[in-house]
C-alpha cells in the first residue's frame, strides 16, 4: 500500500487494482492533485476504508480473489460508504459488465488503456457533482429547519392569542404542550409523532376563540346553559383546524381533550381507545395544569392532592397507560409540581 498525504483541503482518492503498472500510472497521473492511497487488492481496500474515508475510489473490476463487483458489494455495505463515489477501470468491449456496474450503483467507468488526460477530467467532474449535491443536501436542511420553526413559531403565537385573553390561562397551551411530550416520550413514541402532538397539543383550546368572553371569563359557577356553551369549544376548534392539511390529526387535541377514558367525556362520550392515543395523552397533560395553575376560583392543588388526584382518575378519567407515565415522570421530577 502506498499512501500520498497531499496538501490540506486536496480530495482524497483510493485506487484499488492487481496490476502493479497500472498502479504506477495512478500514481503519475494522480499523486500531484489529490491525496492518494494505492491498493493491490480487494481485502487490502477494505481493511484501509475500516480505519480511513475516501472521497472517491477508482477500482479495477478483474482482480484475482476478491473482483471488483464483490468489492464494491461489500463497501457499500460497511456502514459508513454506500455514498461514496466508485469508478471501475474495465477492458476495451466489456459492456456487459458496464451495465451490471452501473445496475449496481457504479459511478462510471473508465476504459483500458487508460488516457490519462480522460481520466482526470472525469474524475474531476464526478467530484464537483458530488460537492454540488452535498451543497443542495445542507440547503434543503437549512431550509426544512426553518420552516418547521416558523411553524412552530406561528402555533405557539395562535395558542397564545387563546390564553391571552385570560390572565388565569396564560401559557396554559405551551405547558400542556411541554407535558404532552414529555408523556409521549415516556410511552416510546417515535420524534415524527412526538414533533407533531406538540403542535396538536398547542391548538388544543383553538375553539374558545368562539366562546364568548361574558363565559369564558367569568369568575363564578357557569350555569347549565353557559357550560352547555363552554363545552362547545371542543367541536369549534375542530372546524377551525379542519382546514389545516399539512399536520395529520391537528384536530384531535381540541376534539378529544375532554374526552374521559370511562366515556363520560365531551362531546362525543368515546370510550377507552376510541379515543385516538394523542387525545388521551393532551387530556391528562391538560387536567395536570388545571390541577397545577391558579385559577380565579381557587389556589392551585399542592403536590400530594394532585398525585391523588391523577392516581384516583387512572381507568376512569384518564387512560391507565398515560396515567402511570404521567405519574413517573411526576415522581422523578421531570415534570415538577410546585
Ligand atoms: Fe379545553
Known amino acids: 500500500m502506498y499512501c500520498y498525504e497531499g496538501e490540506i483541503g486536496m480530495k482524497s482518492i483510493l485506487v484499488v487494482d492487481d496490476v502493479a503498472t497500472n498502479l504506477r500510472m495512478m500514481e ?64 476495451d468491449k466489456a459492456v ?80 400542556v404542550a411541554e407535558y404532552s411530550v414529555k408523556i409521549a416520550k415516556e410511552l416510546g413514541m417515535d420524534e415524527k409523532r412526538v414533533n407533531e402532538l406538540s403542535y396538536i397539543a398547542l391548538l388544543h383550546d383553538i375553539g374558545k376563540v368562539g366562546i364568548p368572553d361574558a363565559i369564558l371569563l367569568k369568575p363564578d359557577r357557569l350555569t347549565d346553559e353557559e357550560y352547555a356553551t363552554m363545552k362547545t369549544h371542543t367541536s369549534i376548534g375542530a372546524k377551525v383546524l379542519e382546514s389545516l392539511n399539512s399536520i395529520q390529526h391537528i384536530e384531535y387535541g381540541a376534539l378529544y381533550h375532554h374526552e374521559r377514558y370511562d366515556g363520560r ?26 390541577m397545577t395553575s391558579n385559577r380565579a376560583y381557587r389556589k392551585h392543588l399542592p403536590k400530594e392532592r394532585v398525585l391523588e388526584e391523577i392516581a384516583n382518575g387512572k381507568g376512569t378519567q384518564f387512560d391507565p397507560v398515560v396515567t402511570d407515565a404521567l405519574l413517573s415522570l411526576i415522581e422523578r421530577e421531570e415534570i415538577v409540581i410546585e
Open 265 to 290: 367525556g365531551y362531546p362525543n362520550g368515546l370510550q377507552g381507545e376510541e379515543i385516538p392515543l394523542y387525545g388521551r395523552i393532551i387530556a391528562a397533560a391538560d387536567a395536570l395544569d388545571a
Open 96 to 175: 456487459e459488465q458496464e451495465a451490471e456496474g452501473l445496475r449496481l450503483g457504479a459511478m462510471d467507468f473508465i476504459r483500458k488503456p487508460i488516457v490519462p488526460e480522460v481520466m482526470l477530467r472525469r474524475i474531476e467532474r464526478i467530484l464537483e457533482l458530488e460537492d454540488l449535491q452535498k451543497d443542495l443536501e445542507y440547503k434543503v436542511e437549512e431550509k426544512t429547519k426553518q420552516v418547521k420553526q416558523l411553524m412552530f413559531e406561528t402555533i405557539t403565537a395562535i395558542a397564545g392569542t387563546i390564553d391571552a385573553k385570560d390572565p388565569y390561562t396564560k401559557g396554559h397551551s405551551e405547558r
Open 28 to 91: 503519475a497521473v494522480l499523486k500531484d492533485s489529490y491525496k492518494l492511497t494505492l491498493v493491490k487488492s480487494g481485502e487490502q481496500a477494505l481493511k484501509f476504508l475500516s480505519k480511513n474515508n475516501v472521497d472517491l475510489i477508482l477500482m479495477d473490476l478483474i482482480m484475482p480473489e476478491m473482483d471488483g463487483f464483490e468489492t464494491y458489494r461489500r463497501i457499500r455495505g460497511n456502514g459508513k460508504d454506500e455514498h461514496v463515489p466508485v469508478i471501475f477501470f474495465t477492458a
